[in-house]
Structures are given as structure tokens and as C-alpha cells.
């Protein structure tokens, strides 16, 4: 069974870095065919894309927020990793973490339960 999991400060300054790690349990980061994303919906709206990596480390970003984030791995415990430069207020939301494929025939898809991050000095 796959898991994940986010974790992080739940409060950030703003203008500072938001930080967030996805831990992966019951299925190694590095198996084809799976890319790990990150995701965030703001209280009473749609779901927005942020970025992912794949299983073999490259990286796309939403060109919204392209300039500010940067997405990681630590293949050795199993987990990734966000970051988001420069926030606001306005980057208050839930964050989550998300395994997924482009096919059916590789499985299913997989979601952490989300983490809030505030925004606020």
C-alpha cells in the first residue's frame, strides 16, 4: 500500500521560503512510469498545480509559479521536497503531495491527506 505524507512548518513570514517534504512509504520514489507532484487548493477553489518530479529526478513547474518554486528528491529516504520563494499572504492554502501516472495500466494514483501553510508575520 502507498502512502505519503507532508510535513513542514505550518507557519511561514512573508517574503521567507514555504518548505514542505513528501515522504513516500510502500513504494520506492524511483520506479518508472510515476510522477510526484505538488499541489495546493486555496479555501473555497480548484485545485492548483505546482510542479513534480519524476522518477528519475527532472522537473516541470506550472509557469505561474516557475520562477519561485523548486522541487527535490533524497532518493535515499524516500522522499520530495517543495519550495516556494517569496510568498505572500496570498499563498495561504492546503498543500499536498500527489504519486501519479499518464496510464491506468501502472496503477493508481496516490494523495497525501494536505498540510495548511499560513502566510503571515
Known amino acids: 500500500q502507498v502512502q505519503l505524507q507532508e510535513s513542514g512548518p505550518g507557519l511561514v513570514k512573508p517574503s521567507q521560503t514555504l518548505s514542505l517534504t513528501c515522504t513516500v512509504s510502500g513504494g520506492s520514489i524511483t520506479i518508472n512510469y510515476f510522477y510526484y507532484n505538488w499541489i495546493r487548493q486555496p479555501p473555497g477553489k480548484g485545485l492548483e498545480w505546482i510542479g513534480y518530479?519524476?522518477?528519475?529526478?527532472?522537473?516541470v513547474y506550472s509557469p505561474s509559479l516557475k520562477r519561485r518554486t523548486s522541487i527535490s528528491r533524497d532518493t535515499s529516504k524516500n522522499h520530495f521536497t517543495l519550495q516556494l520563494n517569496s510568498v505572500t499572504p496570498k499563498d495561504t492554502t492546503v498543500y499536498y503531495c500527489?504519486?501519479?501516472?499518464?496510464?491506468?495500466?501502472?496503477?493508481?494514483?496516490?494523495w497525501g491527506k494536505g498540510t495548511l501553510v499560513t502566510v503571515s508575520a
Open positions: 500527489a504519486r501519479v501516472t499518464h496510464s491506468s495500466n501502472y496503477g493508481v494514483n496516490y
Open positions: 518530479i519524476s522518477n528519475s529526478g527532472s522537473t
